[in-house]
């Protein structure tokens, strides 16, 4: 009987097929099953991609004081109010009036969104790095005011992180009684009554060192209370609710128990003899 002829050639290319579709499949041309688990990646946004963005000019200032400052958009658009500026923008004007604010808080700002912070810079251990251009002793409050304009540009801005960092930077800033009417007048006037994150601070700090300060600075305090009453009533305010701890601690001391004061009672007692009803 005669053997049945087997194909080799054809075997072994059946062969090849099943390997090279299995190189295939690993190799990523068929799906594996495991695209719905991998991650994705979102894209960094890298300082090159800022610096390709569009230059905006600011214009600070008017007539003779007038000042134009420039940056790219790209880092001015981390702030809301400048991404609502830039809608308006076109090639023929690519300029945003800011002439109502203040040329160096407004640089400190544009140093910041550059570089992630301002001069003076925060050094480490929380102090700042020296400003040769501020007097010492600093009866002007410059330093103060300095930190303070960041601020109030920062709210205004829509930038919470600058804004911590000025706050924090007031902090660390040393000053003189002078200086610090100098600063408190600044916030009182500029800032919002509602805006007890910096407003708070300050009458604290006159609320507890007034009986000093104000023998240093009373004309300045003097003024500071007339011009703004709202000050005054907040530094009166915090000296009666420290006056009324006090006495309550002292009550506890001398009778042991804790005690409200009570009101005296009216009675027929401290009416004067004789004196009734007709």
Known sequence: MVDPEVDVETGQDEEMIEVEATEEAANGDEPTGLEDIEPEVPERTTFLDYLRSPIVQLVLG?????????AHQA?????????????????????????????????SVLEFLYKGDYFPTLEAGNSLAYDPTVASPDDEGVALLRHARVYTLAQRFGLPTLAQMAHKKIHLTQSTAKGEIAYARFVYKETSPDDENIRKPVAAFWATRSHVLRHEAEKEFKRMCLEFPQFGFDVLSLVLDAQEKRSRREEVQSSGTASGRKRQRVSSAIVPPGVGLK
Do not use: M, W, Y
């Not at 008017?62 to 420039?70: D, P, Q, V, Y």
């Not at 702030?79 to 640089?107: E, G, K, M, Q, Y």
């Open 62 to 70: 008017t007539g003779a004081n007038k000042e134009i400052l420039s």
């Open 75 to 107: 880092l001015l658009t981390q702030s809301p109010f400048f991404t609502s500026a830039v809608t308006s923008l076109n090639d023929a004007n690519r300029r945003i009036d800011l002439s109502s604010d203040d040329l160096h808080a407004t640089a």
